[in-house]
């Protein structure tokens, strides 16, 4: 994870970067405790094990930097966002740290992740501890929508707790339908997204009709994103795709892709293959692939892709904001299209 | 568990069964995902683990019972402290569903423990969605004071958190101070308990002085739980305390006893049996029960127990409210104290 393409792409986010870093800092220590804040600054970075500070930022914020621009959507300054922004941010890495020990996932972003440091206890209440914050920060926020905020910051944390559960469930189905599929990627990813694009708005007061439009355009780029990340995790080069491609069909998980592929008409012998007990060989994920794509499931999943982006862009196009916010909405977009979420 | 000692100590608690059971479930049921719902509703023991009715309403509900009864001490009805009631019950069930897997712990209340029926993912996932449900029932809430009342349930979660995090902390430590001790117990227990018996109150707008006094009247009460369990955890019969006498010793828990009296002076035997590694003989339990009373770890705890409580006492005496409602904090308190929290 290097800095410099988030520089180039988005100035945006380097601003973020400024502010965000410092301040997820500040909320970090004046609301967790000791041990769970040197929990909380490993898991972001800014700290190793021990606690000594790394030199590093904490991560793209994406998120938060979504929730910066969407109070100036507002004809509100980027900085009356800030509670929005570190609220968002610990939704986020709170799922993360729980994703974590569910999963089993031993590093994140190159590091140990956190249950494999601390053990997992510690990080099951870190992400608690991280959690509890979010709500905390938002609501002491002097901002006419702070109650709406944090209700909305809920329904979206309720919503990507629902698509954890799906998503872990399909593991043990072999009946997931595409609109299942759709869902569960709209709750686990388009959720939080939506609610990043549209928190600081509703922080500061915006109108209903631009909180409403912001959500629908991250959720759309949410879906879109979970969309182009199945893809590369099939077709893409590893070092773009963030992991090793072929990574989820060894796993036989349930990817829009390959999900669209097993609803499709003629797809015995994918299912034969990708829903059976025996472990897969490198022959047959090289099988899997191949019959995902002639089942129309690469294609479906571009296409789908491209319809996301197209009403995410439509929904921008009927919020009221500056066409100066508009742009950068979009330029963030882009980046997060160009894998970088 | 048996619900008639309920009925014939506490009239109050009898009362918020009947409305806080069916609230409770419909609370379950509008904010958490089918999944969820599920795991929720057979950690609450009103289903079983298909989802089929029990016959059962959930639990002693002592903290929602003491927040009801803190609506009344503000001079509002019982029932506009409910969602107050509700919240705090999600938060402590939260911690319970996510300190049974920390601990490991197969069985609760008689059954199986949420995590062994659904898996460590499931069980992590409804403990994060009864914590997030908790906030949006309490922050939905049509009183005045909301917004505040969030922001102190949310620092009691967190000391909670910090509580469970010192006390997992301490098995590593053969340094842990009595006052780290007390201060650990008062987070883990007090918080949470002092804030149900004052989050009624301060959710229907009550004086800032009648939600302080409720406040430390409920933590005073938490600590004098805290000792009372620990004592019976050592000299208590099985019955009473719940769990195996002893089972705190074979473990080598930083209790509140053990901890008075490896500060004591003169406690090097115990020191050298209780903090050593090899595992101990019944021989050692033994020996260890009669050196924490020998060095006055059982007297310390009895007498620390009067003063929270008259301490409590106090706090009540001070809290402006109706004389029938001080009478049934009272009464909520004994029941408390009678180990059934």
Redesign the interface.
């Known amino acids: 994870m290097t800095t410099t393409p988030v520089r180039a792409l988005t100035p945006v986010l380097d601003t973020g970067r400024t502010t965000l870093g410092p301040a997820l800092r500040d909320a970090v220590r004046s609301?967790?405790?000791e041990?769970?804040s040197r929990i909380a600054g490993y898991h972001f970075g800014w700290a190793d094990a021990d606690g000594l500070p790394t030199g590093s930022w904490g991560g793209k914020m994406v998120r938060p930097g979504l929730a910066l621009l969407s109070a100036r959507a507002a004809g509100a300054p980027a900085e009356d966002g800030l509670p929005a922004a570190l609220a968002v941010e610990l939704v986020h890495n709170?799922s993360l740290v729980?994703d974590d020990?569910?999963?089993g996932d031993e590093t994140r972003r190159g590091r140990p992740t956190a249950w494999t440091v601390f053990g997992?206890?510690?990080a099951?209440?870190a992400?608690?501890?991280m959690?509890?914050?979010a709500?905390?920060v938002l609501?002491?926020a002097p901002g006419p929508g702070?109650?709406a905020a944090?209700?909305s910051l809920?329904?979206a944390?309720?919503r990507m707790?629902?698509g954890?559960?799906?998503d872990?469930?399909f593991e043990r189905r072999d009946d997931v339908t595409l609109a299942e599929c759709l869902r569960m990627a709209g709750d686990k990813t388009g959720a939080l997204l939506g609610c990043a694009c549209s928190l600081g708005a509703e922080l500061v007061g915006g109108e209903q009709v631009l909180v409403e439009n912001l959500r629908a355009f991250g959720e759309h780029i949410g879906l879109a994103f979970q969309l182009v990340d199945d893809l590369l995790g099939i077709w893409g080069d590893t070092e773009r795709a963030g992991k090793r491609v072929g990574a989820d069909l060894w796993a036989r998980k349930k990817s829009l892709p390959v999900v669209a592929a097993l609803n499709a008409p003629g797809s015995e012998e994918l299912r034969a293959l990708y829903l059976g007990a025996e472990p897969l060989t490198e022959s047959d994920v090289r099988q899997v692939t191949a019959l995902v794509e002639r089942a129309g499931g690469r294609d479906w999943a571009q296409d789908e892709a491209a319809r996301q982006i197209t009403a995410a862009e439509e929904c921008l196009a009927a919020a009221p904001l500056p066409g100066g916010v508009r742009a950068e909405f979009l330029e963030i977009a882009g980046f997060i299209l160009g894998r970088q979420l």
């Open positions: 609301h967790l405790g041990q769970m709170f729980h020990i569910m999963d997992v206890p510690d099951v209440l992400g608690d501890a959690a509890t914050a709500t905390s609501l002491e702070a109650r944090t209700l809920m329904t944390t309720q707790i629902d954890q559960t799906a872990v469930g």
